[in-house]
């Protein structure tokens, strides 16, 4: 069983058009975030929910969405894809109050985005 | 201020041989964590170890041990008799737990094991 599991793996898509990718831990976790990754490997935190609600909101366009249905389900959605916003994206889940060994952070398999 | 810094953009090892990469972190928050992930070509990010900031005893976990000095503020990972399968990207990451709750990344540190 993938502890935290993000779809698809790979999106290639032209540039105008809107996309989501998916995310679900079955971990337990009340907490999942989002993030970037760029061609230098560079990670950058974009959200995270808490319970379903938004508590990070990195600087990010309008154009990225983030949706939490319930606190194992994070998806994004991405209008207006521009050349830039090819990246690979991480989703992820902990606990927000884990003690010691429960604050680590899992992460999905990444979906490698790529706009042409 | 950066909140995490590896100074190693890549390293290279022998085969069977120990390494250590460096990482040292920024905070003013008395209870944090301290993790390193490993980034193989594959892409995947997988968790390796954990320290705690009032853990008494550097973590362990099999090959890999986090060599914590915390009045220096560093929390080295070293990786003991070296494989060719830990060729990849390793990152160090902090999670303060009274200020925001929020993980802290570095720019990583790309490890090349040579047989």
């Known amino acids: 069983d993938t502890a935290v599991s993000q779809t698809p793996k790979y999106l290639v898509t032209q540039m105008g058009n809107d996309k989501s990718i998916k995310c679900e831990q079955n971990?337990?976790?009340?907490?999942m975030y989002w993030y970037k990754q760029d061609s230098k490997k560079f990670l950058k935190i974009m959200f995270s929910?808490?319970?379903?609600?938004?508590?990070i909101n990195e600087t990010v366009p309008n154009r990225f969405s983030p949706k939490s249905p319930d606190k194992a389900h994070l998806n994004l959605h991405i209008n207006s894809l521009e050349l830039g916003d090819s990246a690979v994206y991480f989703c992820?889940?902990?606990?927000?109050?884990?003690?010691?060994?429960?604050?680590?952070?899992?992460f999905g398999a990444g979906t490698r985005l790529s706009v042409l | 201020a950066q909140k995490i810094t590896q100074t190693q953009p890549g390293m290279f090892v022998q085969e069977k041989e120990a390494v250590t990469l460096d990482c040292t972190y920024d905070?003013?928050?008395?209870?944090?964590?301290l993790f390193w992930y490993k980034q193989p070509s594959s892409g995947e990010m997988i968790f390796l170890i954990y320290?705690?900031?009032?853990?008494?005893q550097n973590a362990t976990e099999g090959r890999y041990s986090l060599n914590f000095q915390k009045a220096r503020k560093s929390a080295n990972l070293v990786i003991s008799a070296s494989q060719l399968g830990d060729s990849a990207m390793y990152f160090c990451?902090?999670?303060?737990?009274?200020?925001?709750?929020?993980?802290?990344f570095g720019t990583g540190t790309s490890l090349t094991v040579i047989p």
């Open positions: 992820a889940s902990s606990l927000r109050d884990g003690a010691g060994a429960k604050n680590i952070q899992y």
């Open positions: 990451a902090m999670r303060e737990i009274n200020t925001g709750n929020q993980f802290y």
């Open positions: 320290q705690g900031s009032y853990d008494q």
């Open positions: 929910y808490n319970n379903k609600e938004l508590i």
């Open positions: 905070t003013s928050d008395p209870s944090y964590g």
């Open positions: 971990l337990g976790h009340d907490t």
